[in-house]
T-cell receptor, first 112, second 115 residues
Framework: DAKTTQPPSMDCAEGRAANLPCNHS???????VYWYRQIHSQGPQYIIH???NNETNEMASLIITEDRKSSTLILPHATLRDTAVYYC?????????????FGAGTQVVVTP | GAGVSQSPSNKVTEKGKDVELRCDPI?????LYWYRQRLGQGLEFLIY????????KSGLPSDRFSAERTGESVSTLTIQRTQQEDSAVYLC?????????????FGPGTRLTVL
């Protein structure tokens, strides 16, 4: 699976949008971009995933550049409960059995 | 049960002892994954089950680690002759299918401390 690069930490003010970048310059054509988050002392939680097109769900939006070498997770209105480590993961499509390879992630702290 | 459950939530053991960690996946989920998370680090994949078989064991760190799944449900991760470097949180996840594009649901983990 392609490696990903994320900033180690970022702060965000409550109520503002949080934009989390991820670089995956070696991504292949059949690899998906996934985002999970892990709130302290809990198991990871799925947020969103995409292949080429931008995606939006009730939690967040995922913007993938046209060359697919980077992406941005957008939390539109951050709340204190969004404080967590956010992981950007690139997964192979066929034959990978869906296993996830986590990096160090970005520690996001939402402040009042 | 609504989600993935794991037991025990905490386990303290002495070096050299064997431990068993249990995972109860979401009912009906055919795919089950074990991961390990050392303090301050990301998750490491250990093993994947599709039904009761394990087509991917590539993440098991040594032959002291083994896992089984029965009845396409409960899975047990066994660590023999535990070492201090085995101390970590062991997380289990399940999903409908073992393919990309399918969300994995994680349990709360078992925190293992080897003294």
């Amino acid at each position: 699976d392609a490696k990903t690069t994320q900033p180690p930490s970022m702060d965000c003010a409550e109520g503002r949008a949080a934009n989390l970048p991820c670089n995956h310059s070696t991504i292949s054509g059949n690899e998906y971009v996934y985002w999970y988050r892990q709130i302290h002392s809990q198991g990871p939680q799925y947020i969103i995933h995409g292949l080429k097109n931008n995606e939006t769900n009730e939690m967040a939006s995922l913007i993938i550049t046209e060359d697919r070498k980077s992406s941005t997770l957008i939390l539109p209105h951050a709340t204190l409960r969004d404080t967590a480590v956010y992981y950007c993961i690139v997964r192979v499509g066929l034959g990978s059995w869906g296993k996830l390879q986590f990096g160090a992630g970005t520690q996001v702290v939402v402040t009042p | 049960g609504a989600g993935v459950s794991q037991s025990p939530s905490n386990k303290v053991t002495e070096k050299g002892k064997d431990v068993e960690l249990r995972c109860d996946p979401i009912s009906g989920h055919t795919a089950l994954y074990w991961y390990r998370q050392r303090l301050g680090q990301g998750l490491e994949f250990l093993i994947y089950f599709q039904g009761n078989s394990a087509p991917d064991k590539s993440g098991l760190p040594s032959d002291r680690f083994s896992a089984e799944r029965t009845g396409e449900s409960v899975s047990t991760l066994t660590i023999q002759r535990t070492q201090q470097e085995d101390s970590a949180v062991y997380l289990c996840a399940s999903s409908d299918l073992g393919i990309v594009g399918v969300e994995q649901f994680f349990g709360p983990g078992t925190r293992l401390t080897v003294l």
